[in-house]
């Protein structure tokens, strides 16, 4: 410290700009976690710059979401501000658990992506196979309809004229409504 006072902080953090001596009336002094009064309290400088009393800050830190909530994934944040704490080394784990939550995350999505992807492409695959039959069908069905239609010019029995009306009718519904499919499916 500039002031010669011993440093608030903890080894290997920051140096918090803060003199429990030349500053005793700092709002890093106020209550907010209980120990900030206690003589050998230690303080945390954070990134956006706003110090804690470290046991407390620690508290804060360790408090884990509850899964049953569907909380969000997100670093946790200064109380004040709400400015993300992630470059503080004492709090390091807290930040790769967070980036490995993100992590975990992406990777389900990827593979549900994927595998919707795979589906997708299985199922239009076999659309295209349906289409086809059922394009050669239909055209088996008009060639089914000609012959029916030229036995009925050389039949002589009214029995098999009816039968044969009755298969010349059915096809031509067939042949309709493979019609109305595919001017629907031109819209």
Do not use: W
């Not at 956006?48 to 508290?59: L, M, P, Q, S």
């Not at 200064?78 to 400015?83: F, G, H, R, S, T």
């Not at 239609?149 to 042949?175: F, M, P, Q």
Request: hydrophobic share 40%.
């Amino acid at each position: 410290m500039k002031c010669r006072h011993p440093c608030l902080g903890l080894c290997g953090e920051t140096c918090p700009k803060l003199c429990r001596i030349c500053t005793p009336d700092d709002e890093a002094f106020t209550i907010f976690f209980g120990n900030e009064e206690d003589p050998e309290a230690r303080f945390i400088q954070l990134e956006c710059n706003h110090i804690f009393e470290a046991t407390g800050f620690d508290t804060l830190m360790d408090q884990t979401e509850d899964p049953s909530q569907n909380a969000s994934i997100q670093f946790k944040s200064c109380p004040k501000c709400k400015i993300p704490i992630r470059k503080i080394q004492r709090y390091n784990n807290v930040t790769k658990r967070v980036l490995a939550d993100v992590a975990a995350v992406k990777a389900k999505v990827t593979t549900a992506d994927e595998q919707g992807v795979k589906v997708m492409t299985a199922n239009k695959s076999k659309i295209r196979g349906a289409a086809l039959s059922l394009r050669s069908s239909f055209q088996e069905l008009a060639a089914i309809q000609a012959k029916f239609l030229e036995r009925l010019e050389t039949s002589t029995s009214a029995t098999t004229v009816e039968h044969i009306a009755e298969k010349v009718a059915v096809l031509g519904l067939l042949i309709n409504v493979r019609e109305m499919a595919g001017a629907a499916g031109k819209s």
